[in-house]
């Protein structure tokens, strides 16, 4: 029944690392190479954490919370790091209910590769939004699905909502 409680599962996550073989992490690259937001769907960024679309969703509007640190463990995390963490993942909620008009939000962690993270060396968080319909089809395949979505318009549709009064 664990699946039930994970849709987020990085089962695809990892394959978008493009710097996978040079040990590269796609997250410290997020905050290493501030000119790429786009091409990297960053919807929000600031020195500390930064708030991507997952580019293997779960479904639409599946988005990544992510800290600077490059660090396995939640508790690793300075306090001021995990306050704008759990800052941003329920202002960013409240935009997805908003935007997406969901029937409800799975939102968590993955922390260690045998819970199912893609990239277990770099904690983030994952938002999820979901549906009265979809319950069915993930208990029957219990694993992430495959969806098609226009991540390049979901990405232009949610900008504007990160660009102001997001998170202080
Ligand atoms: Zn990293």
Same mark, same amino acid.
């Given at each position: 029944m664990d699946k039930l409680y994970a849709p987020w599962r990085d089962r695809y996550v990892h394959t978008q690392i493009k710097g996978e073989q040079s040990g590269a992490c796609v997250f410290c690259e997020v905050f290493t190479d501030t000119q790429s937001d786009e091409s990297r769907l960053v919807l929000f960024r600031n020195?500390?954490?930064a708030v991507m679309l997952n580019l293997y969703p779960?479904?639409?509007?599946h988005?990544?919370?992510v800290p600077k640190n490059h660090v396995a463990e939640y508790y690793e995390l300075p306090e001021?790091?995990?306050h704008?963490?759990?800052s941003a993942t329920s202002k960013s909620m409240q935009i997805i209910k908003k935007e997406f008009n969901c029937d409800g939000i799975n939102f968590g962690a993955n922390v260690g590769r045998a819970a199912g993270a893609g990239i277990p060396q770099h904690v983030h968080m994952h938002i999820v939004p979901r549906f009265a319909g979809d319950?069915? =089809?993930f208990t029957t395949i219990g694993e992430s699905k495959q969806v098609s979505v226009d991540?390049?318009?979901i990405y232009k549709n949610l900008k504007p909502h =990160?660009?102001?009064?997001?998170i202080g």
């Open positions: 020195q500390d954490i779960y479904n639409g509007g988005l990544l919370v001021s790091i995990l704008q963490l759990m319950t069915g =089809f991540l390049e318009k =990160f660009d102001k009064n997001f």
